[in-house]
């Protein structure tokens, strides 16, 4: 079973700071997703990727396949980034769904 | 187009009641995936679907816990006897084949009493 660890559990930042979130994970896997959850609201997927690096307006999420490692960045960060952001693994073909990591809970204060 | 949609948004019931969770997926999605966040646990996988068939149904948490899927698209998630340990949201997440993005429902929030 993959074992997904995040980095930082929690963080506040100031507004415009750039944020790193990061994700280990202990098998090989065939994609991994960021995910994002606002309080008491749904998941949304940012990201999902299985090599290189991918960039959404603010958002760039980077996996390094042989180190076992994602990090997901915000670039100048807003209030409304503050939401809990979620790695996840995707391992062999699918069948197993989603292994979750326990979420990154970021708080960006104006 | 329309998104993945799940119902009822929230449900209350009487521990010992049997309850039907439903998703409907969004249309053309062969994948099916159900999942559980419960404050303890954390986000954890239930069961996935390709088409109508669920290949493994080892990440069911218990023999009160089944799923169904018809016509490769609604699938319900049904509990019987509901114990308090139950209580949680239940998401549901479609995806266009079991390789590609998945695109999450609000969920169902279940509290047994």
């Known amino acids: 079973k993959n074992e997904v660890e995040q980095s930082p559990q929690n963080l506040t930042a100031q507004e415009g700071e750039f944020i790193t979130i990061n994700c280990s994970y202990s098998v090989g896997i065939s994609a991994l997703h960021w995910l994002q959850q606002h309080p008491g609201g749904g998941i949304v997927s940012l990201f999902m990727l299985s090599s290189g690096k991918k960039k959404h307006g603010r958002l760039i999420a980077t996996i390094n396949i042989q180190e076992k490692h994602s990090s997901l960045h915000i670039t100048a960060s807003h209030p409304r980034d503050s939401a809990v952001y979620i790695c996840a693994v995707l391992s062999g073909g699918g069948a197993d769904g989603l292994t979750f990591g326990k979420g990154t809970h970021l708080i960006i204060q104006p | 187009g329309a998104g993945v949609s799940q119902s009822p948004s929230n449900k209350v019931t009487e521990k010992g009641k049997d309850v039907e969770l439903r998703c409907d997926p969004i249309?053309?999605?062969?994948?099916l995936y159900w999942y559980r966040q419960s404050l303890g646990q954390g986000l954890e996988f239930l069961i996935y679907?390709?088409?109508?068939?669920?290949?493994?149904k080892s990440g069911l948490p218990s023999d009160r816990f089944s799923a169904e899927r018809t016509g490769g698209s609604v699938s319900t998630l049904t509990i019987q006897r509901t114990q308090q340990e139950d209580s949680a949201v239940y998401l549901c997440?479609?995806?266009?084949?079991?390789?590609?993005?998945?695109?999450f429902g609000p969920g169902t929030r279940l509290t047994v009493l």
């Open positions: 249309s053309g999605h062969t994948a």
């Open positions: 679907f390709q088409g109508n068939s669920a290949p493994d």
């Open positions: 997440a479609s995806s266009l084949a079991n390789y590609n993005e998945q695109f």
